[in-house]
């Protein structure tokens, strides 16, 4: 929460307290008085109203004992002790009236309680001998008060005297009727109790006796058992706040007055007697909002006075969170934060400081260093200057070397040229030799299938196609000849399984050995190793020799046999055949030689199959001879060296 | 539908050898006398199969195979040659989707086996 909003909420929990605990306090307190005074007010207003009733009736009682003593000889005939004549009476009495203003009404009672003369005529004869004012009135003074006269229909005061004669012997009653409004007068006479204040008297009965300040025609009428009331009939005098008989909240005062059996209570409306205080609660409340508006403002302002800064400060470090040590924070608050933001400063420039002399220690050191690596460079520049010599030396050395090199290159480079120039000689010797080969033996093989040919002609033609055939593989293998002669055949070395070869030979070799009838078979002994060569190449040569074996060979058989001898591998192609004559035996791998006897002369050869046989296996490393024993047979064998490894292996 | 077969070389004499063995045995030949031409002619025709000599002036046959296997992935060929290669260099070629590498001179038979081969059914 921002420290603003928590100095206003502070300052107004607080000031809120203040207000409610001073204001509930005074609140209390002014009630307490209010209500004392009030009270005090209305005890006073008691009193007095009480005073007065008081003496309005010892006045009026004193005056009618004075007309009794005045008036008793003009009312009573002293000789036969007996009343005058009524009329005479009445004149009397009326007479009375005129003077005593507060009377309404005189009247004289016979001792048996009949009005016997009255002011008002129509009273006359009427039996008022239940009246407390005749029982008692015939002893001695009696006030009777706060009566409702049936007869008048009103309420009454009535006050008698015994009417005597001068020897004291009561002849008849003297009374005298009260005019009630003297005595509403009294009560509800001003007596400074405000817009709601009022005084009244309540008899035994509850009635209200006296007319109420508020309400018409309730004398004698209407009832009230307010607490006030009920506490004053029980014959209290006492004072407190209920609920009056106007059903509104009053505080009032109470006094019984035994002489009249009356109850005289002074009252007046709380709100009215309160007025002053709750005005005051008015003024509270505005000023609690007031304060609350200022304290909101006061809040605010206070606030500014301490985030501001605060915000320089939070600015301050911004800025040197970015990397700018050269913020100041300007805060002038003249407290903490003040003291806060000149530490901050203070920091920020120490901090530069410590940055700035880091660099420049930073620059030095490298100075230095640079420095050093100049020291050490010279050195270096020394010590290769005196390496160049001997550099020019072994440069010289180096140039020739090169010269070599590059020599070689372009020698390495005639000979890949030389070399393509065999290829393309090769390919293109092959090309010319081979090519009118091509529509030959096409086109013979061809017409030689016609059905409509002679069988002359079919014969004619298939001499041709053999020829032809026989000029195919002669070409072939000049031309084999010739590339290994001239280096231009290249050999695709691989391990290889010579008895694979062998087999493979052998298998091929077959139906040229049937035709013949002789048995072509090969003998494996042991497992060979494998030896590095060209497999097409061997085979060639395995091929060429069982050919040449099968040729040689009329009867019998032609036995291959692959052994291991030491580091080689030994191949014998054994036959039955004719056998070669010494003389021939060293001729028999030189080119284009052909063993010429006597026997067979429709062999096919080209004299070239041995020689061609020779360069490739003497291009393994290998060694090809013949051992032969005319009329007995041939062996042709070749070697074949074994991988330095392998032969390890194999021991 | 007969097959159709494009015979490719510049020997006048081989291309008449072949056309007359292929059609005795009811192929369609089409001749072409260079590596250009067989490229020229090649969309339009589309034969099933290709005879590629390999010697020729202008485009080798090489070269000439080389082309037509960009242009067509699927397109049957097979050298016509008298040039004998090395095995290593036959694999290969196989393995680039060459059909056959057929030596000259051939006989008749031997020709049409190996293009049945190629052309089955």
Known sequence: MKIGLKLIISFELLALLVIVVVGYALFAQASEAIEERTIAQLESVVVLKENRMNDFFKENA??????????????????????????????????KLGNN???????????????????????????????????????????????????????????????????????????????LEKISEIMVGMSGLGETGETYLVNKFNFIVTESRFEKDMALKETIYTDGVKDCLEGNNGHGHYIGYRNSPVIGSYAWIPERDVCLLAEIDQDEAFAPINRLKDIMILFGIGTAAGVSVLGIFLSRKITNPINELIKGTEEVRKGDLSTRVNVRSGDEIEQLAIAFNQ????????QEELKKTEEEKREELGQLVKERTQ????????????????????????????????SYSELKKLDSMKDDFVNIGAHELKTPLIPVIGY????????????????????????????????????????????????????VNIQDLVDRSVQEMQSPAKERGIVLESKSLQALPKIRGDPQRLEQVITNLIGNAIKFTDKG??????????????????????????????????????????????????????????????????????????????????????????????? | MPKKIMVVDNEPDTVELVKAILEDKGYEVVKAYSGMECLRKVDAERPDLVLLDIMMPDLSGWDTYGRLRKKDQKIKVSFLSVIEISKERL????????????????????????????LPG
């Open chain 1, 444 to 495: 013979l093989s061809m017409v030689i299938k016609d059905p409509g040919l002679s069988e002359g002609n079919r014969k004619k033609l298939e001499i041709a196609f053999k020829a032809a055939r026989r000029e195919e593989k002669l070409v072939k293998d000049v031309l084999d000849i010739s590339k290994l002669e001239s280096g231009a055949m290249k050999f695709e070395m691989e391990d």
């Open chain 1, 62 to 95: 004193e005056d009618l004992t004075n007309i009794q003593e005045e008036s008793s000889s003009l009312l009573i005939n002293q000789e036969s002790k007996k009343m005058n004549y009524p009329e005479d009476i009445r004149r009397v009495l009326n007479g």
């Open chain 1, 379 to 410: 050195e270096i520049e020394e010590k290769t200057r005196a390496l160049e010599g001997s550099r020019l030396a072994t440069l010289n050395i180096l140039e020739d070397v090169s010269e070599a090199k590059d020599k070689l290159g372009q």
């Open chain 2, 91 to 118: 694999d290969k070629l196989l393995q680039s989707g060459l059909s056959d590498y057929i030596t000259k001179p051939f006989t008749a038979d031997e020709l049409v086996v190996r293009i049945r081969r190629i």
């Open chain 1, 347 to 354: 920091m920020t420039s120490d901090r530069k400081r410590s």
């Open chain 1, 101 to 179: 203003p507060d009377y309404i009404e005189f009247f004289v009672l016979d001792p048996d309680g009949n009005v016997y003369a009255s002011t008002n005529e129509a009273q006359e004869g009427k039996i008022k001998s239940n009246e407390p004012y005749f029982t008692e009135g015939k002893n001695e003074t009696f006030v009777q008060s706060f009566y409702y006269d049936s007869a008048l229909q009103q309420p009454a005061i009535t006050i008698s005297t015994p009417l005597k004669d001068n020897e004291e012997n009561v002849v008849g009653v003297l009374a005298g009727r009260l005019n």
């Open chain 1, 557 to 651: 058989s032609v036995t291959v046999e692959a052994k291991q001898d030491g580091s080689v591998v030994v191949v014998s192609v054994k036959d039955t055949g004719i056998g070669i004559p010494k003389e021939a035996i060293p001729k028999l791998f030189v080119k284009f030689y052909q063993v010429e006897t006597t026997l067979s002369r429709n062999h096919e050869g080209t004299g070239l199959g041995l020689a061609i046989c020779r360069k490739i296996i003497e291009a393994h490393n290998g060694r090809i001879w013949v051992e032969s024993t005319l009329g007995q047979g041939s062996t042709f064998s070749f070697t074949l060296p074994i991988e330095k490894t392998e032969h390890l292996a194999n021991g």
